[in-house]
């Protein structure tokens, strides 16, 4: 009977998502975006994989190839994330109405995404990383969480997440972030079963010995590998594509616009090569009069983050894109029939009008990063009005506040760890993010259901030990 209403739950949270994502796939077209070009042409902008998924269903069917490729990724968010459901539901003892509570937080980005973000896409619908990526996201997150509730950094389960980390950032360089994430999580686990290994020693070199046991050099060496793997595929497709064996570029122009959104002209007086001085000047003199700069920016945190996030694709695409272009074609002769190679010219221009205007702008571009990093912890769990960010700054003190509370309380709980690992990854994506480019809520909300998953997990966990408290009183 047990088994028969276990299978009645999974089949009505796949029904869910069946039916959810089934409306969106027959309902809407592929969407053709910005990014799709490139991912279409094999740029080396852009990692390998979605590029190579593109390649592979248009060799199998040239004529309607974007058709599959959305319906492969609607078929992909159903299976992802009923999956998710039965792992959170097995190892955690979810309830019925929890389970489906579970499955309408998964779809909160696929909701929120088309009706209250600037590009209304319907992430499923398409042609672009994303497509997949929401999918994979809370799969690979799992795999960390069982990694971590199993107790062991050094195992299949550890190194199982570390390639689903892996492929990840061949999908998003976005996902780099979860390398590290890995790697903290792997390390306190080394750590916390060396401490427990000793017992009562306190003696440092006896524990730094059974850190070494526990699995330290491994971890350190799998943490070294997986960046070097993650170069070595992304150099070879490059070369195999395009000829060119670098890595992918044009981090260093997007994250130079930022550098330039706060540059004042008189800092170009740092930049001692003429012509590149006058390159400089000729950007900005540009941007500057069609207000892209810090100093037209309106006052509040939000609205100057919001500023600058309208201004940042025009300052990188077009006063220092398309000036750099030309820059580099009347000094090296490389043009647009060299796309590939001008590209890289470009981020070595960006990389190194950075190094020498940065520390000019430094002190405000530490007050912008700290406003686009509000903005991007504001989008990670709640939207851009004013009278969420009060909300945003509660809901981060009460999962702080939570989570050690119950670590204090039950050193065996599965919440705490839980939140506490979403915590992180949410310091780290949004941070990271805000270094390249502007935290708009497509790349933020990655966290948003594992942050309220862990949450109502936190309050479920608090409202049993009180329970158990209140019995044994009874008792």
């Not at 029904?15 to 740029?43: C, K, N, R, S």
């Not at 008189?266 to 003429?274: T, Y």
């Not at 983050?305 to 002769?333: S, V, W």
């Not at 994506?429 to 966290?447: D, G, H, K, P």
């Amino acid at each position: 009977m047990s088994v028969n209403r276990e299978n009645v739950i999974y089949f009505g949270v796949f029904a869910v998502f069946a039916v959810f994502f089934g409306v969106l796939y027959f309902t809407g077209e592929p969407i053709y975006v910005g990014d799709t070009y490139q991912y279409e042409h094999q740029m080396i902008m852009r990692e390998p994989v979605y590029a190579l998924l593109i390649q592979f269903v248009r060799f199998l069917s040239p004529e309607n190839h974007f058709q599959i490729i959305i319906a492969l990724q609607n078929l992909l968010a159903v299976v992802a994330n009923t999956a998710v459901i039965v792992f959170l539901r097995r190892r955690l003892g979810l309830s019925a109405p929890e389970a489906f509570l579970f499955a309408g937080i998964l779809l909160m980005p696929h909701i929120m995404t088309p009706v209250l973000s600037r590009t209304h896409l319907l992430l499923t619908n398409a042609l672009m990383t994303e497509g997949i990526s929401y999918s994979l996201y809370p799969i690979a997150f799992m795999s960390l969480l069982d990694m971590m509730w199993d107790g062991k950094p050094v195992s299949r389960k550890s190194f199982r997440t570390l390639a689903l980390f892996w492929l990840l950032t061949l999908i998003r360089g976005q996902m780099m972030v979860l390398f590290v994430v890995w790697f903290l999580a792997a390390f306190v686990l080394t750590v916390r079963n060396a401490v427990r290994a000793t017992g009562e020693t306190r003696n440092a070199f006896a524990l730094a010995e059974m850190i070494w046991k526990q699995g330290l050099l491994a971890v350190l060496a799998a943490f070294v590998i997986v960046f070097a793997a993650r170069s070595a595929v992304i150099h070879v497709y490059n070369y195999l594509e395009q000829g060119l064996f670098v890595d992918n570029i044009s981090g260093k122009a997007m994250s130079f616009a930022n550098v330039l959104y706060v540059a004042d002209r008189e800092d170009g007086e740092a930049i001692e090569d003429d012509s590149l001085r006058e390159l400089f000047y000729e950007m900005y003199d540009a941007a500057d009069v069609n207000d892209m700069n810090y100093t037209d920016a309106p006052s509040g945190i939000l609205a100057k983050a919001k500023y600058h996030e309208e201004c940042h694709d025009e300052l990188n695409f077009t006063y220092f894109g398309e000036t750099a272009k030309t820059y580099i074609g009347k000094t090296q002769g490389i043009y647009t029939d060299r796309f590939q190679e001008l590209m890289i010219e470009v981020d070595k221009i960006a990389e190194e009008l950075s190094a020498l205007l940065m520390p000019r702008v430094i002190g405000r571009y530490v007050s912008n990063y700290i406003n686009i990093i509000a903005l991007g912890f504001i989008r990670t769990v709640a939207i851009e009005l004013p009278i969420l960010a009060w909300y945003t700054i509660l809901i981060y003190i009460v999962a702080v506040v939570l989570t050690i509370w119950l670590w204090k309380k039950n050193p065996k709980s599965i919440a705490a760890p839980f939140m506490a690992v979403v915590l992180v990854t949410i310091v780290g994506n949004v941070c990271a993010t805000a270094l390249m480019i502007q935290c708009i809520s497509r790349y933020m909300i990655y966290n948003f259901p594992l942050f309220y998953m862990a949450g109502f997990l936190e309050l479920r966990e608090i409202r049993a030990m009180r329970i158990s408290k209140s019995a044994e009183h009874t008792d």
